[in-house]
């Protein structure tokens, strides 16, 4: 059997270093992460004696290129590995490695970078129309320099650096489903207001539609005028203390069914579709990780293995439901809000293989590469 399959390709400035990787989205799966493996042809003539080093690197801007001046800097990289590709170390290596390295020659050479289990999710917040220089997010990449040493400075004609993602997929597992009542009695009021909002299910995938259960049991004397719903994508920033924002990436607002006059009750559904197509223009709104060429979306929900360990370098993500019923200017507002996961699903990986072997080659600064390969 032949599959015909992407590779990813690199190289610097002067040619003599090139990298190949079998993909470029690493996956989180709370426990452990994939390893970062690839292979590096080298043109040995150029070396004369010195060593290659490879990196890999975990990029975190949390202001803005433009706003940087008198020294400021508003960005942290965190090296996670550091290995000598060359002269090369025994390492176990992939089968996609041993079929590059088969492929490309006696030049060619493995290397494996073992990303942390709490380093954080890639995460681009979308910046504004009138923004310049590289966006406030999570990123990586990896790194390969020639030098006399690890601690060498790399030179820019002699260095390669390739982006990745790490992404996290839904969970196997889904929990409980959503669902909370509020009530709330008012002054001079013998009874009270009473909002039940459901959930179909806990977690959704992107560009999935949200049904919105909500029941009105009106028991006081005041008069639900209308309803709000709105979907939140609340972002942690976790190196500040109370650096949290929301912004509502969905909404919908309703008089159908309204007033809720004292003694009466209303059972409706709201759907709401939280997607990036109708937030392009926003600033502020986080996306998963974003590579050149590639389609993003707005950024999945962060899962943890324990929320107390969290990276102080990364963003967490999550999202909510938001029903808010407007009494008037005297009654107020009475609001519930449910927490749900939106993820993308884990990958049928055979079907995934069957699309590369259909998929036409994406192409970054140099060339990307197809290659069929025996899998027998």
């Known amino acids: 059997m032949v599959v015909q399959f992407k590779v990813f390709k690199k190289a610097a400035p002067n040619g003599k270093l090139t990298i190949y990787l079998g993909r470029r989205d690493f996956v989180d799966h709370v426990s452990a992460v994939d390893p970062v493996d690839g292979v590096l042809v080298i043109d040995p003539g150029y070396l004369q004696g010195r060593k290659v080093y490879g990196q890999l690197v975990c990029s975190f801007r949390y202001g803005r290129e433009e706003d940087e001046v008198m020294g400021l800097n508003f960005q942290k990289d965190l090296y996670l590995a550091s290995e000598q590709i060359y002269p090369p170390n025994n390492i176990e290596t992939s089968k996609l490695q041993d079929r590059l390295i088969k492929k490309l020659g006696a030049n060619a050479f493995p290397f494996t970078f073992k990303m942390p289990e709490q380093a954080p ?42 982006n990745i993602r790490r992404i996290q997929f839904a969970p196997s597992k889904t929990g409980r489903q959503p669902c909370t009542v509020v009530r709330k009695d008012f002054m001079f009021s013998p009874g009270e207001l009473e909002l039940e909002v459901t959930l179909d299910k806990q977690l959704y995938y992107h560009n999935e539609k949200i049904a919105i259960n909500m029941t009105i049991k009106n028991h006081s004397n005041k008069t639900v005028k209308k309803v709000k719903a709105a979907v939140q994508q609340s972002v942690d920033i976790c190196l500040f203390t109370g650096g949290q924002y929301r912004s509502t990436v969905a909404s919908v607002e309703t008089q159908e069914g309204c007033p809720v006059t004292p003694g009466s009750a209303l059972q409706k559904v709201l759907y709401l579709t939280p997607a990036l197509s109708s937030n392009m223009d926003r600033r502020g709104i986080a996306l998963d990780g974003h ?81 069929s390969v025996d899998m027998d």
């Not at 923004?131 to 060498?152: A, F, L, T």
């Not at 969290?310 to 107020?332: E, H, N, P, Q």
């Not at 449910?338 to 080659?361: E, G, I, N």
């Open 291 to 371: 590579l050149k060429n590639i389609h993003t979306n707005l950024a999945s929900s962060t899962l943890l293995a324990n929320p107390e360990s969290r990276d102080m370098f990364g963003m967490i993500i999550s999202y909510t439901v938001k029903v808010k019923l407007y009494l008037g200017a005297v009654g107020g507002e009475v609001t519930a809000e449910l927490p749900f996961v939106l993820m993308h699903p884990k990958p049928d990986l055979r079907r995934l293989m069957r699309a590369d072997s259909q998929t036409q080659v994406e192409a970054f600064r140099s060339d990307s590469v197809n290659y």
């Open 121 to 162: 999710p890639s995460v681009t917040i979308q910046p504004g129309t009138d923004d310049e220089g590289r966006p406030c997010g999570v990123e990586y990449y990896v790194k390969v320099y020639v030098g006399e040493s690890e601690e060498d400075r790399s030179h820019k004609r002699s260095t390669v650096q390739l």
